[in-house]
């Protein structure tokens, strides 16, 4: 190679910055003469280009865009600090990716059996969604739970129904993840009895509770008691889970409600690390080790159709997080300042209509997450748009994946896309905008804070209202909706139409009863009083939700305890 070419870049390889310059001029003539030439015969299709989320998107990216971005400190390499391109360092060259569809509706014996058709077909983990009265620890028998009954998930009452859900699975073997919320506490203590009934010390339970309370308030709904005492609970888990259950991740902080709630991107990210942060802070605040708890602090998000702007995201994502722990809290292992993520393609992104294109913007999306560095992935069904995945839809999602691995080369480079000046810029960009927001959050108190003043929930729907008058005004194309769309008769074709049992709520309730009948009520009411005792006196409430949980409480029982002692979250109205 010419000397005099090597002699005339920067030490750390980039472009100097009279190079830089040269390029911006070049750069400036190539826009007044060829771009303008090509403007007056190809003229743009729209007077401004955005991403999804309303950024900003320039004609053409040169390395001026990321002249401030230096190698070493924002981009880096796979498995090390800031972890900009991966948490690990040959990603999917070493393992792939967790498959991981989401499985939950009727009963306990009804999702058992889609879990093992899953695994049959190729799934490497488990997902699971539970019905609203679970969501919200109702008993399937009460009165307000029982039109809901396995409709939305499955219904988890007692340990028995725990027991039933997960046999056959081997615990210490598949990790599950639980995408529940409030309740979060009853379900892991079901988890490591289930577990421990197959003979599975605590020591080898891997697995996911949702548990990120905070994201309920601004975009879910689905909490119980009001935001102080519920980051209590999570905190309570976390310390448990760090003492009890090492492999075990007790909180995944969910940015993908957020997103499906209207939130852009750049709110996903900073609202969905602000949350993080609260759990690890108050953790911290209580006395423990940050390192003891910040490597199982596990992130969800969701993966758009914006394909660029998703795999900036992630990339940005990991880059606050790694600092976050490092720089803000303290953290010294390494393993604290790693994010590691599920991802799930947007919910929002499908349609009825023309409900086969579903499949193409999943694998668009699949391929963004893959692209981004996931660590596990659930792919939508074409059919998620209006009901619970049949069998051959879900099978499809769990192929799309299979392809994207195995077809592709996908997988086979690490983080293929860094240096692309544009995905470099992007990643900058979105990093800037969600620092700027988490700022203002520290600003205003925190994030629990904000919650009850509504600052939080007041920035979704005003996105949300943002891309539903575009899209309503035709400036945000969906296809087969607002553009190319066909008369359709509106009747599902047989094989994709999917329908719960209507006899699932009498079953589950003459389950219940008959658990309550078998069970003993001393050994019910003593675990309850207990758990009540430690509410009330701060100590950590999981060795007697566990106590509880064993002794057949049902999760309205346990929850209704805590119900008694902090009450219930009435939602702010914020308009």
């Given at each position: 190679?010419?000397?005099?070419?090597i002699?005339?870049?920067g030490?750390d390889?980039r472009?100097?910055d009279?190079?830089?310059?040269a390029?911006?001029?070049?750069?400036?003539e190539w826009k007044?003469a060829?771009?303008?030439?090509?403007?007056e015969?190809?003229?743009?299709?729209?007077?401004?280009?955005?991403?999804?989320?309303?950024?900003?998107i320039?004609?053409l990216?040169t390395?001026?865009?990321i002249?401030e971005?230096?190698?070493s400190r924002?981009i880096g390499?796979?498995g090390?600090y800031p972890?900009?391109r991966?948490?690990?360092?040959?990603?999917?060259?070493?393992?792939?990716?967790?498959?991981?569809?989401?499985?939950?509706?009727?009963?306990?014996?009804?999702?058992?059996?889609r879990?093992?058709?899953?695994?049959?077909?190729?799934e490497t983990?488990?997902?699971?969604?539970?019905?609203l009265p679970?969501?919200?620890g109702?008993?399937s028998?009460?009165?307000?739970?029982?039109a809901e009954?396995g409709?939305?998930g499955?219904a988890?009452?007692t340990?028995?129904d725990?027991?039933?859900?997960w046999?056959?699975?081997?615990?210490?073997?598949v990790s599950t993840?639980?995408?529940?919320?409030s309740?979060?506490?009853?379900?892991?203590?079901m988890y490591e009895?289930?577990a421990?009934a197959?003979g599975?010390?605590a020591?080898?339970?891997t697995?996911t509770a949702?548990?990120d309370i905070?994201?309920?308030?601004?975009?879910?709904?689905?909490y119980i008691?009001?935001?102080?005492?519920?980051v209590?609970?999570?905190v309570?888990?976390?310390e448990?889970?760090a003492?009890?259950?090492?492999?075990f991740?007790?909180?995944?902080?969910?940015?993908?409600?957020?997103?499906?709630a209207?939130?852009?991107?750049?709110?996903?990210?900073a609202?969905?690390?602000?949350?993080?942060y609260?759990?690890?802070?108050?953790a911290?605040d209580?006395?423990?080790d940050?390192d003891?708890?910040?490597?199982r602090?596990?992130?969800?998000f969701?993966v758009?159709?914006?394909f660029?702007?998703e795999?900036?995201?992630?990339r940005a994502?990991?880059?606050?997080?790694a600092r976050?722990m490092?720089e803000k809290?303290?953290?010294?292992?390494?393993?604290s300042?790693?994010?590691?993520?599920?991802c799930?393609?947007?919910?929002v992104?499908?349609?009825?209509?023309?409900?086969e294109?579903n499949?193409v913007?999943?694998?668009?999306?699949?391929l963004?997450?893959?692209?981004?560095?996931?660590q596990?992935?659930?792919?939508n069904?074409?059919d998620e748009?209006f009901?619970?995945?049949?069998e051959?839809?879900?099978k499809?999602?769990v192929?799309t994946?299979?392809?994207l691995?195995?077809?592709?080369g996908?997988?086979?480079v690490v983080d293929?896309l860094?240096?692309?000046y544009y995905?470099?810029?992007?990643?900058?960009?979105?990093?800037e905008?969600a620092?700027?927001?988490?700022?203002e959050?520290e600003?205003?108190g925190?994030?629990?804070?904000c919650i009850?003043?509504g600052?939080i929930?007041?920035?979704?729907?005003?996105?949300?209202?943002?891309f539903?008058?575009?899209?309503?005004?035709?400036?945000?194309?969906?296809v087969?909706m607002n553009?190319y769309?066909?008369?359709?008769?509106?009747?599902?074709?047989?094989?994709l139409f999917f329908q719960?049992d209507p006899?699932?709520?009498?079953?589950?309730?003459?389950?219940?009863r008959?658990?309550?009948?078998?069970r003993?009520g001393?050994d019910?009411?003593?675990?309850l009083?207990?758990?009540?005792?430690?509410?009330?006196?701060?100590?950590?409430?999981?060795?007697?939700?566990t106590?509880?949980?064993?002794?057949?409480?049902?999760?309205?029982?346990?929850?209704?305890?805590?119900r008694?002692?902090?009450?219930?979250?009435?939602a702010?109205s914020?308009?």
């Open positions: 190679m010419d000397s005099k070419v002699s005339a870049t030490k390889g472009d100097t009279a190079e830089v310059e390029i911006t001029q070049a750069h400036e007044r060829s771009l303008q030439a090509g403007l015969r190809f003229p743009k299709r729209k007077p401004d280009f955005t991403t999804l989320s309303g950024i900003p320039n004609d990216y390395p001026a865009d002249r971005q230096k190698f924002d390499f796979p090390q972890y900009t991966g948490v690990y360092p040959t990603m999917y060259r070493g393992r792939l990716w967790t498959i991981r569809q989401v499985a939950g509706f009727g009963s306990a014996e009804n999702t058992n059996q879990y093992k058709y899953l695994l049959a077909h190729g983990g488990l997902s699971t969604d539970f019905d679970t969501l919200l109702r008993d028998d009460h009165p307000l739970a029982r009954v409709k939305t499955v988890i009452d340990l028995r725990a027991h039933i859900l046999d056959g699975i081997p615990l210490g073997e993840s639980m995408t529940i919320t309740p979060a506490f009853v379900l892991t203590a009895a289930t421990a197959q599975v010390s020591d080898r339970v697995g949702q548990a905070l994201k309920e308030y601004t975009a879910q709904n689905e008691y009001p935001p102080e005492p519920s209590r609970l999570v309570d888990l976390m448990y889970c003492r009890r259950l090492p492999r991740n007790p909180v995944s902080v969910s940015g993908y409600h957020i997103r499906e209207g939130a852009t991107a750049a709110q996903e990210l609202f969905t690390l602000a949350d993080g609260t759990y690890a802070k108050a911290v209580r006395g423990l940050v003891a708890l910040a490597p602090i596990s992130f969800f969701d758009h159709i914006d660029f702007e795999i900036a995201k992630l994502a990991r880059r606050i997080w976050l490092r809290l303290g953290a010294r292992d390494p393993r300042w790693m994010l590691r993520t599920h799930q393609t947007a919910g992104s499908l349609t009825a209509q023309q409900v294109n499949m913007r999943t694998t668009v999306e699949a963004a997450a893959v692209l981004g560095g996931t596990s992935l659930h792919t069904s074409m748009a009901q619970i995945p049949s051959k839809a879900i499809i999602a192929r994946q299979q392809i691995a195995h077809e592709t996908a997988a086979d293929p860094a240096g692309s995905v470099e810029s992007l990643t900058d960009r979105l990093e905008e620092l700027s927001l988490m700022n959050i600003r205003r925190g994030m629990v804070a009850e003043a600052f929930q007041k920035q979704i729907a005003n996105s949300a209202a943002d539903q008058r575009a899209v309503e005004a035709g400036e945000q194309i969906i087969g553009a769309a066909e008369e359709e008769s509106g009747e599902l074709s047989d094989d719960v006899a699932t709520t009498e079953r589950q309730v003459a389950r219940l008959q658990t309550r009948a078998e003993s001393v019910v009411s003593r675990a009083a207990e758990l009540k005792q430690a509410a009330k006196n701060g100590r950590n409430i999981m060795p007697s939700v106590e509880a949980v064993t002794a057949y409480a049902s999760i309205g029982e346990i929850c209704d305890v805590l008694e002692v902090f009450g219930e979250y009435k702010l914020i308009f």
